[in-house]
């Protein structure tokens, strides 16, 4: 049984090249990090995986979406797919609490689901979803275990060109 990944990048549609952050919440909550979202938004989510996904679809929080190839990185040789989803109709997350970010990415009949922990801001004045450490991309550690992908680590990492926004 050998451990694989894929690594998911996610960024604002709209804003060209602004970034997604996400801040350490220690052990108040499920995992020790928190992806910061906002609401009424449309993002392009990248997959990083040396697997061919071609003609496949992945679900965003229950919607259906087709993965759209890109083109093959050398650095890893990991092809590359693009979807578009939208946060539009979920509600921003209350005070203390935190939301899911859920996506299944086919591998095997079964698919890897993974459950992100987020929370979801409204823009506006005092966005907090644009404060925090600027996030390059979620790696997903996963094994097969009797043709079921189990999901082993889900890490956070920093995106070192972008500069933290902190209060």
Same mark, same amino acid.
């Given at each position: *049984?050998?451990? $694989? %990944?894929?690594?998911? !990048? ?5 804003? !060209? &090249? ?5 801040? $350490?919440? &220690? +052990? ?9 979202? *906002? ?10 995986? /040396?697997?061919?996904?071609?003609? %496949?679809?992945?679900?965003?929080? +229950?919607?259906?979406?087709? *993965?759209?190839?890109? !083109? ?26 935190? %939301? ?10 079964? +698919? ?11 823009? &506006?004045? $005092? ?35 972008? /500069?933290?926004?902190?209060?």
């Amino acid at each position: *049984m050998e451990d $694989e %990944s894929v690594q998911l !990048e996610i960024v604002p549609q709209d804003e !060209e &090249g602004e970034a997604v952050f996400f801040k $350490e919440d &220690g +052990g108040r909550f499920d995992t020790p990090q928190t992806l910061k979202l *906002m609401i009424d938004t449309k993002y392009t989510l990248r997959v990083y995986s /040396k697997k061919d996904f071609s003609g %496949s679809d992945i679900l965003i929080n +229950g919607d259906i979406l087709q *993965m759209i190839p890109g !083109e093959r990185q050398e650095e890893g040789r990991q092809q590359v797919y693009s979807v578009v989803f939208n946060t539009g109709g979920i509600e921003k997350t209350k005070r203390a609490d935190r %939301s899911v970010l859920a996506v299944q990415i086919p591998t095997l009949p079964s +698919g890897i689901l993974v459950a992100i922990q987020c929370k979801y801001y409204r823009a &506006g004045r $005092e966005n907090k979803a644009i404060w925090g450490v600027p996030l390059r991309r979620v790696n997903i550690q996963y094994k097969i275990v009797a043709d079921v992908a189990v999901v082993d680590t889900v890490i956070f990492t920093r995106d070192n060109l972008k /500069k933290n926004k902190i209060v």
